[in-house]
């Protein structure tokens, strides 16, 4: 069973919806007990970065998150993978999880739009097992105005050309983030999510 | 490189796809969910319910549809038609839409889309505008295009924009139905004039007035539906044409599931 992380902010059930299509089991959950007894965590999110951290704070999860993320395969997604980082600058300077060493700050402007919004394609970076069955190149679902910004190299599995580099997938150890929606991003997205479900068998 | 979007527009009323649709190989052809799904397997990136009831048995009849496809279609789908307050987009949000689609209701009801946009993010508040050429200018319509607001079109996009606004789905009433083309002009005008994308809509009939919208205009994706709906084109017949003429698309091809 994967835990996903209900701290109260986005559209959680979606991430759960794609789960259930893929028959990998779920439970949406703030239980400690369940997460701790849970063969992965998803940490998913919409919203603004300060008020993430602070709702995990008042929730008691931070340090409990912190430990939970060296045991098991752990999957931030959008919001969530920025909260993996040591500091996000959103609307003020808010420490994350610290499990990536790395900021988030806003896209830099290139002229482009902001958000960055829509289908972007992959470019590989390293080897990672989420993206097992995926091509080079293929799009994934975006909605997002602030990167990550990676402090080692190594930990950038795949990324997406906006003017800059995008983070698309990033990994230490048993800890994983992509910055696209696996959820919205059609067949790719769904063979990622059933990557990481099958990481956590 | 992010991929310019086709996205398919539905007309739901009561639960049911109104236009005739002719397709082969659906079990049940008005149903929403079934088409929403053949279009999610041809590459559409996107999906648009357009909720014509207007009545409240209607529109929990639209949720329950909203949730059955959220269950089976893993594109953001955005929902239209109607919406008149907040607490109504939390509902369609809650069904599972990613988007919703404001129209008559950004004009009627004042400050709904920065209400909107403030309570539930930006990214997922659309505001659709419909354009007609009055004396040489581009007015707002409401009322489904029965009714002449006066405002500028372009102003209001702005002014959208100011407000909170993530998305301007701009609909030619000029082009719409005549299948001559969607209608450069104003939507050059609009993609010009804000920083979010721009949903082309109204016109298209045939497969090079989508290449002729991407190159000539700074739209981010095109709207169709009975081009699609009566089988005239498919949506992956119009991707490799796009693709043909270097206009950047997310290409079907992965048929897992």
Known sequence: MIAIVDYGLGNVASVKKALDFLGISSELTKDRNEISSADGVILPGVGAFPYAMKRLESDGMVDFLRKTAKKKPFLGICLGMQLLFDRGYEIEETDGLGLISGEVRKIPDMGLKIPHMGWNSLVFSGSCSLLNGVSEGDYVYYVHSYRAELKYRENLAAYSEYGTCIAGVVQNGNVFGTQFHPEKSGDVGLRILKNFGEMCR | ?257
């Open chain 2, 1 to 257: 490189m992010l991929g310019k979007r086709i996205i398919p527009c539905l007309d739901v009323k009561l639960g049911r796809v109104v236009k005739g649709i002719n397709f082969e190989g659906l079990r049940d052809v008005g149903d929403p969910v079934e088409i929403a799904k053949f279009y999610d397997r041809e590459g559409a990136d996107e999906i648009t319910f357009l909720d014509i009831t207007a009545t409240n048995d209607g529109r929990k009849t639209l949720l329950d549809v909203v949730e059955r496809t959220a269950r089976e279609i893993f594109v953001p789908l955005t929902v239209g038609g109607g919406i008149r307050h907040e607490d109504e987009i939390r509902d369609i949000l809650l069904a599972g839409a990613d988007k919703v689609s404001i129209n008559s209701a950004a004009v009627t009801v004042p400050g709904l889309v920065g209400r909107a946009a403030e309570r539930y993010g930006s990214q997922c508040i659309v505001v659709a505008i419909d354009s007609m050429r009055v004396d040489g200018e581009f007015h707002v319509m409401i009322n489904a295009g029965t009714k002449d607001t006066g405002i500028d079109a372009v102003k209001w996009a702005q002014e959208m924009e100011r407000q909170g606004a993530g998305e301007i789905l701009l609909t030619s009433k000029d082009a719409d139905g005549t299948k001559a083309g969607y209608d450069i002009e104003i939507t050059r005008l609009i993609a010009e004039s804000v920083g979010i994308p721009v949903i082309a809509s109204g016109g298209c009939g045939k497969i090079e007035d989508f290449s002729e919208v991407f190159l000539k205009t700074g739209a981010d994706a095109a709207l169709a539906a009975s081009v699609l709906h009566f089988r005239e084109l498919t949506i992956s017949e119009i991707k490799e044409h796009l693709a043909e003429n270097n206009v950047p698309v997310r290409l079907g091809g992965k048929r897992e599931w």
